[in-house]
């Protein structure tokens, strides 16, 4: 059963516990992606920091923007289209995915795989895109400001790192709101997966024992937590809401209960990932190239 | 253009988030309403700050571009609206999208499931029939004429043109709708909006308004140049009027007057499209005689500036404080047309408040956002239990009887045929006698709730009404409350203290949240003297001000320069009163100490 963490002024919260609360969350109409910056402080200030991931233009990335909005399904379904030819773009990946399995394998000391998966993921929509070290740092920093407390995430603000950083990521994503959801915020799950996978691959034989397929299924990761609002008072089947409650799905842990892979990417509702049948090919792959190199 | 541009940013100053803090804190324990005049209208212009800031949204124009630059775009009204900001031509222009008074991400439809429920016939059966006929009092039934009137020049999302698509909303087994399709009753949808939508508007939809925005008098002028051409008679400024007096039939539409704006067309509206159209031969007749070398354009244009200056105006000090009859509220309306009087206050505010001198002539404003008007403007506005199911024709003459008509046999093509029967000065008494009904629940017209239009399908105009909040993106009454800036309701029974109802509303809504703005605002509890609610004012206090504030020719542009000082003085000099009284003097003995023309008349 959800914990309803409700604070007069402060805070009004819902931590989602079971799979079946989450698919409710995800189809009650009364609860969106966009937070509307209104409710209690806390509230009011988790929005504020969401607020600022939009394209220059105001339109906000995809992991924020509107389930009726039908651009984004349009943009949504575009993408996941393109994305499912997964046998030409790992082909295009071929460098990034042999520079990965190396790192798998241990044999590329010193190399950031951040860099490395940064630019693999760059290059699903721009095959000339180059990630830097600068590049990569700013993802961290995207990914800092999310995870951050109030004094870190003001420090971040003041010192004008958190900007600096979204401007290069919106400048390297070129105008792009689903790259640079991708490239500043979504590459940290893949990233984590690659790490997971090097540590699965050494000190044993598991290389050589597992599957790309089981060592897939054994380091995929999904985002920690995403966010949600109820603007109304929602009365479901299996949470009661009241208006203006932040939902907190904690999408990871979720997966860790379910056997379902797919549940890392909400694959079959509106808001599923459009890569999610992509990383796992591209995993796979690094696992394959990692095990056949050896 | 982006969803924020730096020529729409609007901040309060420190002061004035201190006043709404300080404000807030006393509305917690008082509300404006019950506060000493001055003190309540120093609350109602904290508010405005604040609405100001968080309430103008815009949605993008829709059409890429204005129309050519026409010779006198710069002194005159352009019969579009466009070229009314020199620097955005397109701003308010007849074509453009309707903004919002919501942030844009609050401002989205429900999925497809939800849109329908409860049902939009269930709640005009239920909740907004007409049991029996509640007038409002304080009113006549040139007071609901009006707004609708004024409606016109401000707003028209077009007419449905098809049936495809249309919302189908299923019929309970005891539902006599005899226009029913396989037991559903269609609803056609708003004509939708075409033009390139821009990536920030997520999942909001746009609509476009075929009416200028302006407060231009389009509803008497027309939105369009070719329907202006139709109306003028090229003769000394003058609009076409027939020898008895009347605007000429509408070949178009038979028994509808040949005006700019004729669509739900009844005597009431003929009455006030009759009367301004007089008005406006009336100055220009004053202009020809001041200035006798103008041209039919020079005096056209003029007498258009004037004339539209002045239903702004009467709406401003006459028909607002008549149906918000709150010291409060004449105090600040009168301000936002005159100013203030009070030195003290002068020097308090500073010598460049707007509150100060009056909008007029102060600096134009669009504050947030690019001047339009709303979706949630248009909402508020839906008034129609204002309309009686019955009109009673009074004659001026002692010895003439009464004579009673359903009000469907006052409206469209039967329009013409009362007005030629009775006469435009005894229609005038009838209305000035007779009480609207009160903008309440309970008191929809029955005749709306069926009523068949030439070419049209039988319509249910209370579904109609809940249909098109809904489908428009309008928040529903309790986060609309929130949105403009006051505490949501926690049940069913803070919502309204009308007997019965609370119980109602929980039997067909379960959830307070779901409640459909249009009946939460009928009924909620009224501040002492308001014709409607206290919610649907805070989208009043922003865009009342706005449709002043951000007009050209209401701002830097109302100035002798451009109106004439004649023009001037006719506007500062004219009421409603003064206009009825030019055009038909036989109303002097029913006008006769009465302080607004708008309350009842004189029974002779």
């Known amino acids: ?294 | 253009m982006p969803a924020r541009e730096k020529d729409f940013e609007f901040r309060r100053s420190f002061f004035q988030r201190m006043m709404g803090g300080i404000y807030y804190l006393i509305n917690l324990i008082v509300p404006w309403h019950r506060l000493p005049t001055l003190i309540g209208g120093y609350n109602l212009e904290a508010f405005r700050e604040r609405l100001r800031e968080q309430n103008l949204h815009h949605t993008g124009y829709g059409p890429s571009e204005a129309p050519s630059w026409r010779a006198g775009n710069e002194r005159w009204r352009s019969a579009d609206g466009s070229y009314n900001s020199l620097v955005h031509p397109r701003m308010g222009m007849a074509g453009v999208r309707f903004g919002r008074n919501v942030p844009l991400a609050e401002a989205t439809p429900d999925s497809q499931a939800e849109l329908l429920d409860p049902s939009p016939r269930v709640i005009s059966n239920e909740i907004l029939r007409r049991d029996k006929f509640k007038p409002a009092t304080t009113l006549n039934l040139l007071a609901a004429a009006w707004i609708q009137f004024e409606t016109h020049d401000w707003l028209f999302h077009g007419k449905p043109a098809t049936a495809e698509n249309a919302f189908e909303i299923p019929l309970s087994p005891n539902d006599d709708w005899p226009d029913a399709h396989d037991g559903v009753m269609r609803i056609r949808r708003t004509p939708p909006d075409t033009s390139p939508r821009e990536p920030w508007l997520g999942a909001t939809p746009t609509f476009r308004n075929h009416q200028s925005h302006w407060w231009d008098g389009a509803q008497i002028y027309g939105s369009d140049q070719k329907i202006q051409n139709q109306l003028r008679s090229r003769d000394d400024g003058r609009l076409n009027l027939g020898p008895d007096g009347l605007l000429p039939d509408d070949p178009a539409a038979p028994g509808h007057d040949l005006t700019g704006f004729n669509d739900n067309w009844w005597i009431g509206l003929s009455l006030l499209h009759n009367l301004f159209s007089r008005e406006h031969n009336a100055i220009c007749a004053a202009l020809k005689e001041h200035y006798p070398a103008w041209n039919d354009e020079e005096l056209f244009q003029h007498a258009r500036l004037v004339n539209a200056a002045l239903m702004a105006k009467i709406h401003t000090v006459e028909w607002t404080p008549g149906v918000l009859a709150h010291p409060t509220l004449e105090f600040a309306m009168n301000a936002n047309w005159r100013g203030i009087s009070s030195r003290v206050l002068r020097a308090v505010l500073g010598e460049d408040n707007e509150t100060v001198h009056g909008i007029p002539g102060s600096a134009t404003a669009y504050h947030s956002s690019p001047y339009a008007m709303t979706e949630e403007f248009v909402s508020v506005y839906r008034l129609h239990p204002l309309i009686p199911d019955e009109l009673v024709v009074r004659s001026l003459k002692p010895d003439v009887s009464e004579e009673t008509y359903d009000f469907i046999k006052v409206q469209g093509p039967s329009t013409r045929d009362v007005m030629l029967k009775h006469g435009f000065a005894d229609l005038l008494y009838s209305f000035g006698t007779a009480n609207p009904g009160a903008i309440t629940v309970g008191n929809y017209p029955d005749f709306l709730r069926s009523l068949q239009k030439v070419g049209e399908p039988l319509m249910d105009m209370a579904a109609i009404d809940i249909m098109r909040d809904r489908e428009r993106g309008v928040p529903r009454y309790n986060r609309f409350r929130e949105l403009v800036g006051k505490p949501r309701v926690k049940n069913f029974e803070e919502v309204t203290s009308i007997p019965g109802m609370a119980a109602k509303l929980r039997d067909i809504y379960q959830n307070v949240d779901r409640i459909d703005l249009l009946v939460g605002l009928l009924s909620e509890d009224l501040p002492q003297g308001f014709g409607f609610s206290d919610t649907a004012f805070r989208i009043f206090i922003l865009m009342a001000s706005r449709r002043l504030n951000a007009d050209r020719f209401y701002t830097v542009d109302y100035r002798p320069e451009i109106y004439t000082q004649l023009g001037m003085d006719w506007i500062n000099n004219n009421t409603m009163k003064s206009v009825l009284l030019r055009h038909v003097p036989e109303l002097a003995q029913a006008l006769d100490s009465i302080p607004n023309p708008f309350g009842p008349w004189n029974k002779l």
Request: hydrophobic share 45%; glycine share 6%; aromatic share 6%.
């Open chain 1, 1 to 294: 059963m959800a914990r309803s963490i409700n604070i007069p002024g402060l805070l009004r919260l819902v931590i989602v516990r079971s799979a079946a609360e989450a698919a409710e969350v995800d189809e009650a109409a009364g609860v969106d992606r966009p937070l509307s910056g209104r409710g209690r402080l806390i509230n009011r200030l988790i929005a504020a920091k969401l607020a600022p991931f939009t394209t220059p233009d105001g339109q906000p990335w995809p992991a924020f923007a509107a389930r009726l909005d039908a651009l984004r399904a349009e943009r949504q379904s575009g993408l996941e289209e393109a994305l499912s030819r997964s046998a030409n773009l790992l082909q295009r990946l071929e460098p990034e995915i042999s520079d990965l399995a190396a790192f798998v394998c241990d044999r590329l000391p010193g190399a950031s795989v951040g860099v490395i998966v940064q630019q693999a993921i760059g290059r699903l929509f721009f095959p000339d895109y180059r990630a830097t070290d600068d590049s990569y740092a700013a993802a961290v920093t995207l990914s800092t400001w999310l995870s951050a407390g109030p004094i870190k995430s003001l420090l971040l603000k003041r010192s004008g790192r958190f900007q600096a950083a979204l401007d290069l990521v919106t400048q390297d994503a070129r105008g792009n709101a689903s790259c640079a959801h991708a490239i500043g915020i979504a590459l940290h799950g893949i990233i984590e997966s690659v790490i997971l996978m090097q540590q699965l691959a050494s000190g044993s034989d598991q290389l050589h024992h597992l599957s790309p397929e089981e060592a897939v299924a054994q380091t995929l990761r999904a985002p920690a937590r995403i966010i949600r609002e109820a603007r109304d008072r929602v009365q479901g089947r299996h949470l009661q809401l009241q208006s203006r409650s932040l939902i907190l799905i904690p999408v990871e842990s979720l997966r860790q209960q379910s056997a379902d892979r797919g549940a890392a990417f909400a694959a079959g509702r509106w808001n599923q990932c459009p890569a999610h049948a992509f990383v796992p090919s591209f995993l796979a792959q690094v696992w394959r190239v990692a095990r056949d190199s050896q």
